[in-house]
């Protein structure tokens, strides 16, 4: 059969006509309003982009284009808010301090009249900055370490509940084809982050905006990472990093800190044969700590339709409770936001799921809104010399102090 | 007539002129207008700073950390890969039979991406497992694995980098130095040969070298502006969700942090690409200078 130019023209034709109408962009029939664009960052879960569009396709008050964006998202969010032309709604881990302070985000405060007080304060503090919020919590995440009950009976070792108790387990477990812990193929300087901090009874920055780790017990707590690294204790190089629970799940180590998410793949392929802590505790004022972070919905300042996308993410994320419980519990594994929510999931009331509940409510930290990228970037690398190269932890700490403190200083001015 | 040639010019090159202008250098001068203002989430210059952005950066740990780790790495990577291409043209160039196919051997690296040798590189090759083919090498010799990207003393790293840096790019190299050595006139082999000059060394002392000085200029700086330019093989062996490990990181990979990620500090992010291109530009010149670069053999 030949075609002729006609038939491949009109074929050109339909087909651009079908992809113009084709696409699920979440609109729905008989919308009417103004069109929203709403950005989510790639989630490893399936199922939750089709949920996303399908929450978006039913509202009415607005078409949302939903756009799934895979790849370094923060990055694209910061630089499409400096445009127009970025999303009116968008998913943020933050926003951060200097977002809120350039006027990047709008304020949601208003949204949460009445329901303030039923979402997590773990997970709404960091959202909080001048007595105003500037994006509504989605989900709470967080992170803890995994352990295999086995490989822990069959060495003789208790599931540690100190530091030291970790460093002296972690040595015992290791041998020559099994790691004794995985805390990320850096050695745990990015994931662990300001976790060995608050488990010394410490923190990131104060209540009063101080750096707080000003202390002696930081550098003691943070040289025992070092131990692990240069016990030989540690994985380094896997395949696959820290969020993913892979290394466990291969027998490469016996413990690894990970996060929530990673829960039914570990309980699908170990069945009962783990189990999860908080962070141990260091020193007489130590405690256990668990990081916590969230997800929110925030709108662009820029955004054209300022006041539409407001009314939306109230709609979906602080009304439409059914559907943030679905989100947060159909697809992957999070703790809603919502206290409410959180209390009536039957998924997280029993065994490690309700453990990891309970870390996360009783010992769960978020990383303050003052700590601000500068000073992460700081505190990191000192943190990777010490575990690392074995550097002097009072000597790496004291540049580190001065360059947090210079940051409070800046974010503290006005704009 | 001269008027239509003209009409003609502006016609073809107009466009191109205009992209470049919008997209490089309004940018460029962009950027260097930032670097003396505060530009936090910002890409409108707001309050003039003065240099504050430019001493800030300069007293940077990381940022000169990175400085003085890329230079260090240029110093020893430029070296390396003229060498390795250089020996590999002279062999290509010798073979009788199968050239083209040693050509196209040494060749084809050129064409892969550096984010998918940046991946065979660390999840196979040198992954630091008990599986990763490098250790299951050292596992025959009854070493344990080595955690190759994750050890800073030593620096294992550095291997992993050199390497793949050299695999991806010391073909494309030995391209150039083998159209040098075809543009060298084999009379002057000849008459080496009827002084009595033995083919080696001294053939390559005396005559190959100083035939291939332009090539080797055009080389040595290409390959000076590509090491300071490397971003994509350490972005892809180093750097994880948390960020990137401070022993190894690019200034580009620094900047654009600092610029472009969470930091959004767009005057600092300027301020420390002016310094780079200052860098790279001073290192540039020395080098073409010392190589004599655009001067002919009567040029004092």
């Keep these: 059969m030949t075609i002729s130019r006609r038939t491949l023209l009109a074929a050109g034709a339909g087909a651009g006509l079908l992809t113009a109408c084709g696409g699920n962009t979440g609109r729905g029939d008989g919308v009417s309003g103004p069109s929203l664009s709403q950005w989510y960052h790639q989630y490893g879960e399936q199922g939750t982009e089709q949920a996303v569009r399908r929450y978006a396709g039913a509202y009415r008050k607005a078409r949302v284009d939903v756009q799934w964006r895979p790849g370094n998202y923060d990055q694209q ?25 350039g006027g990047q985000v709008a304020d949601l405060t208003a949204l949460l009249e009445g329901v303030k007080d039923d979402f997590a304060p773990a997970a709404l503090a960091p959202k909080t900055y001048d007595g105003r919020i500037w994006a509504v919590p989605q989900v709470i995440d967080t992170q803890l370490l995994y352990y295999r009950k086995s490989l822990l009976k069959d060495a003789g070792v208790e599931p540690p509940t100190t530091l030291d108790a970790l460093v002296d387990a972690a040595r015992a477990l290791t041998d020559r084809n099994v790691k004794g812990l995985f805390l990320g193929n850096d050695g745990g300087a990015g994931v662990l982050g300001g976790t060995p901090l608050y488990a010394a009874g410490l923190s990131l920055v104060t209540e009063d905006g101080k750096p707080g780790f000003d202390d002696p017990a930081a550098a003691r707590t943070l040289g025992k990472l070092h131990r692990l690294y240069a016990d030989d204790s540690l994985l380094l190089g ?117 453990d990891a509940v309970r870390f996360a409510t009783d010992h769960g930290y978020a990383q303050p809104l003052l700590w601000t990228p500068a000073g992460q970037t700081a505190y990191q690398d000192a943190l990777s010399r010490i575990i690392r190269n074995g550097a002097d932890p009072a000597r790496e700490l004291r540049p580190v102090v001065g360059k947090v403190s210079a940051e409070l200083d800046r974010v503290r001015k006005k704009p | 007539m001269r008027r239509w040639r003209a009409l003609w010019f502006w016609v073809f090159v107009g466009p191109f002129a205009l992209g470049l202008a919008l997209f490089t250098y309004v940018p460029l001068l962009w950027s260097v207008a930032l670097s003396f203002f505060d530009a936090h989430n910002t890409v409108t210059p707001t309050h ?252 004092g």
Aim: hydrophobic content about 50%.
């Design chain 1, 77 to 101: 969010t910061a630089a499409a808010l400096l445009t127009a032309a970025g999303p009116d709604v968008f998913e943020v881990n933050g926003p951060t301090l200097d977002q809120i302070r």
């Design chain 1, 238 to 354: 896997a395949p696959s990093d820290w969020s993913d629970p892979s290394a466990l799940l291969q027998g490469l180590t016996a413990m690894q800190w990970s996060g929530l998410w990673a829960l039914p793949q570990v309980r699908k392929e170990l069945g009962d044969d783990f189990g999860v802590l908080p962070f141990p505790a260091d020193g007489a004022a130590g405690r256990p700590a668990v990081p916590v972070g969230a997800y929110g919905s925030a709108v662009s300042a820029r955004s054209g339709h300022r006041e539409a996308a407001k009314e939306y993410v109230k709609w979906l994320w602080v009304e439409r409770t059914d559907y943030q419980r679905d989100f947060a519990l159909s697809y992957g594994f999070h703790i809603p936001a919502r206290i409410s929510l959180a209390k009536k999931a039957g998924r997280l009331r029993s065994g490690a799921a309700a």
């Design chain 2, 48 to 299: 003039f700073t003065g240099l504050d952005n430019y001493t800030a950066m300069l007293r940077d740990h990381a940022f000169l950390d990175s400085l003085r780790t890329f230079l260090v790495f240029t110093a020893f990577i430029v070296p390396v890969t003229y060498g390795c291409s250089l020996s590999l043209a002279l062999m290509v160039n010798r073979v009788r039979r199968a050239r083209a196919f040693f050509r196209s051997v040494f060749f084809l690296p050129a064409a892969c991406s550096y984010v998918v040798a940046a991946l065979v590189w660390k999840m196979s090759v040198f992954s630091g497992v008990r599986f990763g083919l490098a250790n299951t090498v050292l596992g025959w010799f009854g070493a344990g694995p080595v955690a190759w990207l994750a050890s800073p003393d030593p620096p294992w790293y550095w291997l992993v980098i050199v390497t793949v840096r050299l695999w991806l790019q010391a073909g494309f190299y030995m391209i150039l130095f083998l159209a040098g050595l075809q543009r060298i006139d084999p009379a002057l082999y000849e008459a080496a040969a009827v002084d009595g000059a033995r083919p080696g060394w001294t053939v390559l002392r005396h005559i190959t070298l100083p035939q291939l000085r332009a090539t080797s200029a055009a080389v040595v700086l290409l390959l000076v502006v590509n090491a300071f330019q490397a971003f994509d093989e350490f972005y892809n062996l180093l750097s994880d969700a948390r960020g990137y490990p401070p022993y190894a990181r690019p200034p580009l990979v620094y900047l654009y942090y600092t610029a472009l990620g969470q930091g959004q500090n767009l005057g600092l992010g300027s301020a420390g690409a002016v310094i780079l291109a200052l860098v790279v530009a001073v290192v540039t010149v020395g080098q073409a200078r010392w190589l004599r670069l655009g001067r002919t053999d009567g040029d």
